[in-house]
């Protein structure tokens, strides 16, 4: 049996509890506060809201059909069965998944954006550069379109424009061409550590950041794989919508893209939606969310040095604080892709 605990640290576990958990007490008496973990992964994080709010029931949302068997596995021995319901989806399907459950709000909404320890630790996922594995880098092993997929069907020009965008990839155009005259040869890279090598030989060594060369170029497939983004920039409006008076969005974010989207996302509730300068502003366009973070926070020092996943974390939090206008509303669903409306 897999031991949760030694694979999986949760990431600035203590303030989300106090982000997630923190409003909870404002929910009525009379009724059972319902939080939902988007990205469940082995229940490090949903474990401890449930254990926090002894109230609460939890939604926990993930992709990975092995994470979510792990996780129920663990809620079930920590005595929280009959308040956690497992869901196997992409958190892009929010609202039907909330409408399936019966919930036209929900109270908190918890997003932890990145990898699993379970996806990073099991070598044969082809998520890390320090094992050599098929490139896979599906979240979901039920989609079809692995890294191995992208990278022998993809042009030069689309490669490129993967690395560039989700990787900020200085040297994209070079990896690309070098991945395409490979493949040309009649040897394309399909493994992890082919695609390390490749990276090596064409990535300067007086041009490099620090760490292994390679990771920008494998951040950049995982997102492409996963869609990572489009589906997050699609989820976050859905939940707005999902939100009772006083509910928490809270997100934590990895890379900068990602954390552009959330800030982008959460900034629209915190300013007036007007030219600047009026002297009055219309009951339409105050701010909606009240900002629980103020900015984001980082992991300090001590949890850096223990846990090194933690050192990119970017967290977010808002809280609806009156309810949504209409126009505010049409807004939201208009960013919704119609695929999912």
Excluded: W
Excluded at 167 to 190: F, N, T
Excluded at 210 to 215: D, E, S
């Amino acid at each position: 049996m897999t031991d949760i605990a030694s694979i999986h640290t949760p990431v600035l576990l203590d303030e989300c509890c106090q982000l997630v958990c923190g409003g909870l007490d404002q929910a009525a008496a009379d009724r059972t506060p319902v939080i939902v973990d988007c990205t469940l992964g082995l229940a490090g994080h949903a474990s401890a809201f449930l254990a926090r709010a002894s109230r609460a029931r939890l939604i926990g949302i993930d992709r990975d059909r092995e994470a979510l068997d792990l996780a129920t596995d663990r809620m079930k021995n920590l005595g929280f069965a009959d308040r956690f319901i497992p869901l196997h989806a992409a958190f892009d399907d929010f609202s039907s998944l909330m409408e399936n459950q019966g919930l036209d709000t929900v109270d908190a909404v918890f997003m932890d954006l990145g990898l699993s320890s379970l996806q990073i630790d099991e070598s044969d996922r082809g998520f890390s550069y320090s094992h050599d594995a098929p490139l896979d880098m599906r979240m979901d092993t039920d989609q079809t379109v692995t890294a191995q997929d992208i990278l022998r069907e993809s042009s030069k020009e689309e490669l490129t424009r993967i690395f560039r965008h989700y990787g900020q990839e200085r040297y994209s155009r070079q990896i690309a061409s070098a991945l395409v005259r490979q493949r040309d040869k009649g040897h394309p890279v399909e493994t992890t550590g082919q695609l390390v090598q490749l990276v090596d030989r064409v990535v300067p060594k007086s041009h490099r950041s620090g760490g292994n060369p390679a990771k920008r170029v494998f951040q950049a497939l995982r997102i492409q794989v996963n869609g990572e983004l489009d589906k997050l920039a699609a989820t976050l409006p859905q939940i707005a919508l999902h939100l009772s008076l006083g509910g928490r969005l809270v997100v934590e974010s990895y890379h900068s893209l990602e954390d552009k989207i959330v800030k982008s996302f959460m900034a629209q509730g915190l300013q007036a939606n007007l030219p600047p300068g009026l002297p009055v502003i219309p009951d339409d366009a105050q701010p909606f969310f009240t900002d629980l973070t103020h900015g984001a926070i980082k992991a300090d020092q001590d949890e850096a040095e223990h846990n090194s996943r933690s050192t990119s974390v970017r967290l977010r939090a808002v809280s609806l604080s009156r309810p949504l206008p209409d126009t505010v509303r049409k807004r939201f669903h208009d960013q919704i892709p119609s695929n999912y409306r």
